[in-house]
């Protein structure tokens, strides 16, 4: 079982900050790409950030200065550090993840996914 698990997820103001982490549960490869997804309610699905096997990030041009993917140096858990966030933040943030480089970040090509954890930003 190697399913991503996030956590991190709440209720926050706006202007304050979380940190999202993605952990596979059960597994002992090291993870390859990863990224962040979000769906918001009424919305379809949107890459907020992704990270190659070999550190290359990419971001949504709305999350862009505001929130920061990284992983350990283990590459078994990742992150999702979110400042500044605004009411048009909140949605269901997923983890994606890839073992075996053959995944896509446009079309959410990835091994697995986890079940989501819900970020709310109020006014």
């Known amino acids: 079982q190697v399913q991503p698990v996030e956590s991190g997820g709440g209720l926050v103001q706006a202007g304050g900050s979380l940190r999202l982490s993605c952990r596979p549960s059960g597994s002992i490869f090291s993870m390859n790409a990863m990224a962040w997804y979000r769906r918001a309610p009424g919305k379809q699905r949107e890459l907020v950030a992704g990270?190659?096997?070999?550190?290359?990030?990419n971001y949504v041009d709305s999350v862009k200065g505001r929130f920061t993917i990284s992983r350990d140096g283990a590459r078994n858990t990742a992150y999702l550090q979110m400042n500044s966030l605004k009411p048009e933040d909140t949605a269901v943030y997923y983890c994606a993840v890839d073992y075996y480089s053959d995944y896509d970040f446009l079309t959410g090509d990835f091994d697995y996914w986890g079940l989501g954890t819900q970020v709310t930003v109020s006014s």
């Open positions: 990270i190659t096997g070999d550190g290359r990030t």
